[in-house]
Structure formats: C-alpha cells, structure tokens
C-alpha cells in the first residue's frame, strides 16, 4: 500500500469513527473492521506455557461477547444470573468499574448470554444484547442514554440470538433487526431515533454485522445473509444491488471489503464467493468455489490473501484476486484467527489451543503455542471457545465464557511511544 492510499484511508477511518488513540481496538474486528491490528513490535515467540499473563478476571458471565478497548477502558458484555449485563472493566487489572442492565437472561444448548461485541465512539458505548436490546449508554458511567429493542422495529430473535455488534458510522448506528418491515434500520446515534428502515430489503437477519464501501461518491452498508449479499444507500437506505449467496447453513463470517470488492463465505457446500461492484449500483461474480468453508471462526484478508480455518482442508491461505487456494494445512485444529503484526493469532474452538505462526502466502509456518487454562467450567452442551482473540496496546485478551485473559506480548527489546 502507499503512503498516499494509506493517508487517505487514515483519513477516511477518522472521519468514520472519531479520533481514537493508537492501538485502541474500538468495535468488532478492531479499528478499520478487518481483524487487523496495526500493532508491530510484538513478540514472534512465546516462551514455553506462553506469554506472561498480566491478570484474569473470572465474573464476566456467560456469553460470547468479544472486547471492545478504548484508552485503559474494556467494553464487554455478560449474562449474569438475572441478566445480561453491559459491562467496563478497568484495562490495567482486570476489575469492574460499571455494570449497566442490558435485558433479560437469553439462554441456547450452544451457549447463553450476549453474542456481539460493543462499539465505543465519541464518550459512547453502544451494544447489542441477544434478545435484540440495543442500548447506547455512557461509556465513562455507563448511564443510560437511550434503548430500544429490535423485535419493537420489525425484527424477529434468529434462533441462535442476535449476534450483530453495532456499526456506527458518523452521527448513526446501524443495526439489522431483520423482517419485513425491513431488514436494515439506522438510528441516531445520540438519541436512538429512526432515521430510516430499509423498505426493499427485507431478509431475516443472520448473525453477521454490517460493513462500509465508498463507490463512485456513493456511501454503502454491505450486508449479507444466507441468501444474498447486497448493498444499500446510506441516504435512505434503499437497496442498490444484490447478489445470491445461498447457504444451506447459518451465516456467521461478516462480509469483507477490499476496495470494490466484497466477500462471503459460509461452511458446508456453501463455500465462499467473491463479488467485485462495476458501479454504485451494480455488481458481478469475481469467483465462487469451495476452497474457504468456514464456520464460525472467521476469515481475514491480509496482504491481497485471505486467512481462516476451511472444513475438511484445515487452515488455508486463499488468493484474494482470483479465489485460488495457495496453501493448506492440517497442523492445528479448527478455530478463530486474528491478524497482528504479520502473524496469525489462531485460537482452536476445542481445546483453546492459542498458536502464533506466520501469516504469510509462503506456508504454514508456526512459532509457538499455549493452552489457555485454567478454562471455563460453565460452557453449554455444545458450546465452545468462539470469542476470537484481539490484540490492543501491546495485550492479548482472550476470552471464555465468565473469563478475560490478559497477556503482554509487546517485545521488551523494542519499545514504542505511548503503548505502555
């Protein structure tokens, strides 16, 4: 990338999301919706056992809600008892500093709890619960700003909970309560009113989140669903295309956008499929094949390739331009992956196995490995450890069920300004 798209993709991420500090992991799958840090100096060994873990809080509750951190701040979601809660815990050891109510407990065979990851902006933290409560509070208090509930703008709870985080762009929140009153809904971000629904979208929401694309001058959400993936005007929300993605299983990797290209992928006989926009209005098949089939642990483009686990290949390395498989390997087991520093950061879904290893078209090439322990107690029948891992100001959190880990694994030997 050059400097000069660089700069301007700088530019256009601040004018989306407000000014944030370096390193801060604000929103589902981080600061520019990749599962991309930007962190470098991190370590490319770990000891034996792993990196040093800084602290572990164990009271978060059920759920599979990932971290959002902003500053020394984590926002974070829990079902405790009688609840789901919004919860803010202190970055530097792990305690609580606010709770605030979110809804009623939601309860699964695959797991309870809260499934999205909140999204903090501009002194506001916005966050979905699985029954569809969406609340914006304070993020410094955690005071209540405004709630409503998606089921109350058309929306029916999908079978395995809301899973959706927020998308805030500028002055709204976008969200996908899903039905026929229209699948789409921006929001005011301040006070929580409808701005607009999206009339000619009408799809049952699925258990992805909404991404951005800039097109001719014209702003877009992409969303996709086990049906089709299509994008609509920010405007008014008015549906500009649409291409079919059929799946015969649930949908749980969010679309991802790469100039004008999107991406979607689903497991089983599914595969994945690459549409590329000709106009703001317009798109067509770049590929479609079954080299990446991934549920639920994700996919994450670095470096023009695509990374993630593949049923029944194992881990691959997929060309993003053509589609084309570069390499796969059977050497760890199913999980999430997150991108930091030029390294893939694998978690198996299983054990909770945490693997470091080259994220690179040139193989597979690993470097260390850890069991997560002491591990959750409390997961459901058929729950696992689905919380990919984030990497932010030099930490690894991992998360299972009630537990946050934190681990330092910024390297000693090469200090930078202002992450410690």
């Known amino acids: 990338m050059n400097p000069l798209t660089s700069s301007l993709l700088a530019s256009l991420f601040a004018a989306i999301f407000g000014t944030a500090h370096a390193g801060d992991w604000p929103q589902f799958r981080g600061p520019q919706l990749d599962n991309v840090s930007r962190e470098t100096g991190l370590l490319k060994s770990w000891p034996e056992g792993g990196p040093k873990r800084l602290w572990l809080t164990t009271n978060l509750g059920a759920g599979y809600s990932g971290p959002a951190i902003v500053g020394e701040k984590i926002y974070l979601m829990g079902q405790r008892t009688n609840a789901q809660w919004l919860l803010c815990l202190d970055a530097r050891d792990g305690k609580e500093l606010w709770a605030t109510r979110l809804g009623e407990p939601y309860q699964n065979e695959f797991g309870d709890g809260p499934r999205g990851t909140p999204t903090v902006r501009n002194g506001l933290v916005c ?3 699985a029954n569809g409560e969406l609340l914006c509070a304070e993020a410094a208090t955690g005071k209540e700003r405004w709630r409503t509930n998606l089921t109350n703008l058309g929306g029916t709870v999908p079978g395995w909970g809301y899973s959706e985080s927020p998308l805030v762009d500028g002055a709204r929140v976008m969200t996908t309560p899903g039905g026929e009153k229209g699948a789409v809904v921006a ?3 301040k006070t929580g009113q409808l701005v607009w629904q999206s009339k000619d979208f009408t799809d049952e929401a699925q258990y992805t989140s909404l991404m951005i694309l ?3 001058g014209v702003r877009q959400y992409i969303s996709g669903n086990r049906e089709r993936v299509a994008g609509l005007a920010a405007a008014d929300g008015r549906l ?10 649930v949908v749980s990797q969010s679309p991802i956008v790469n100039g004008d290209q999107i991406y979607m992928v689903a497991a089983g006989g599914t595969g994945c499929k690459a549409v590329k926009l000709t106009a ?11 080299v990446m089939k991934n549920l639920p642990g994700g996919v994450v483009l670095f470096d023009k390739h695509l990374y993630g686990y593949s049923d029944s290949i194992g881990w691959v390395c997929q060309d993003w331009e053509s589609g084309d498989e570069v390499w796969s390997s059977k050497a760890l087991e199913k999980g999430s992956v997150t991108i930091a520093d030029r390294m893939l950061y694998c978690l198996t879904e299983d054990k909770g196995v945490m693997v470091i290893a080259d994220a690179s078209p040139g193989g597979w090439r690993e470097r260390s490995r850890f069991l997560l322990t002491p591990q959750s107690g409390h997961r459901a029948r058929q729950g696992k450890v689905w919380s990919p891992p984030v990497i932010a100001h030099g930490k690894l959190y991992l998360r299972d069920q009630e537990r946050l880990w934190c681990f330092e694994i910024a390297d000693p030997s090469d200090p930078r300004d202002g992450r410690r």
Do not use: H, I, M, T
């Not at 500009?240 to 299983?249: D, E, P, T």
């Open 127 to 129: 966050a979905l619960g």
């Open 187 to 189: 929001l005011d971000f």
């Open 214 to 216: 800039e097109k001719g």
């Open 240 to 249: 500009l295309w649409q291409q079919k993605f059929r799946s015969g299983v």
């Open 280 to 290: 703001p209005n317009a798109a067509e098949v770049v590929y479609a094949n079954k």
